[in-house]
């Protein structure tokens, strides 16, 4: 079981190593490392408003064990559609995290923000996540040719039922 919440300064280590990941850095928008002071600025002037901010980052939390985070970004409010980001730490990887994960914020952005249309962008090469989302009942609606340096995406979305 899961839980979601709002990033708090004692998070901080786990984001530093999490945007620091070299090896996801294709799959996302970071390409370059971030600083403690950059994060510590970020956590301190986020107002965890989705609808203020334009991004809501969430702690994915596996009881007391920080497993990834979560981004709501790319809030779009006349269409009222926004974009996933996730990151699983690599030791949680595979055991249903990310799954749980995006079950409970589609509950909270379906229900609760009432958005209507969730989507995530993921790299044609990126096999786990694709099979995560079509198992979500996600449809693939584009793939999207030269997206990144490293090859085509897929735009995986979801309408509100």
């Given at each position: 079981?899961?839980t ?8 901080l280590?786990y984001l ?10 294709a ?29 809501l ?8 064990a920080?497993v ?8 779009d ?8 980001g996730?990151?699983?730490a690599a030791?949680?990887r595979?055991?249903?995290y ?9 509950e909270?952005?379906?229900g ?10 993921i ?20 793939v ?11 735009l995986w ?5």
């Amino acid at each position: 079981m899961i839980t979601l919440r709002k990033i708090e300064p004692t998070d901080l280590p786990y984001l530093y190593q999490w945007e620091n990941d070299a090896s996801v850095w294709a799959d996302g928008a970071n390409h370059n490392p971030l600083s403690q002071k950059d994060l510590r600025d970020y956590i301190a002037h986020t107002s965890g408003d989705l609808y203020r901010d334009g991004q809501l980052r969430l702690m994915i939390m596996a009881g007391d064990a920080s497993v990834g985070c979560m981004d709501l970004f790319d809030l779009d409010i006349r269409n009222r559609r926004a974009a996933i980001g996730m990151y699983i730490a690599a030791k949680y990887r595979g055991k249903g995290y990310g799954t749980e994960a995006v079950k409970a914020l589609e509950e909270y952005a379906f229900g609760h923000l009432d958005l209507r249309l969730l989507y995530a962008v993921i790299a044609t090469k990126n096999e786990p996540c694709s099979r995560l989302y079509k198992s979500l009942d996600y449809t693939p609606s584009s793939v999207l040719s030269g997206w990144t340096l490293e090859g085509d995406a897929i735009l995986w979305q979801k309408h509100k039922k």
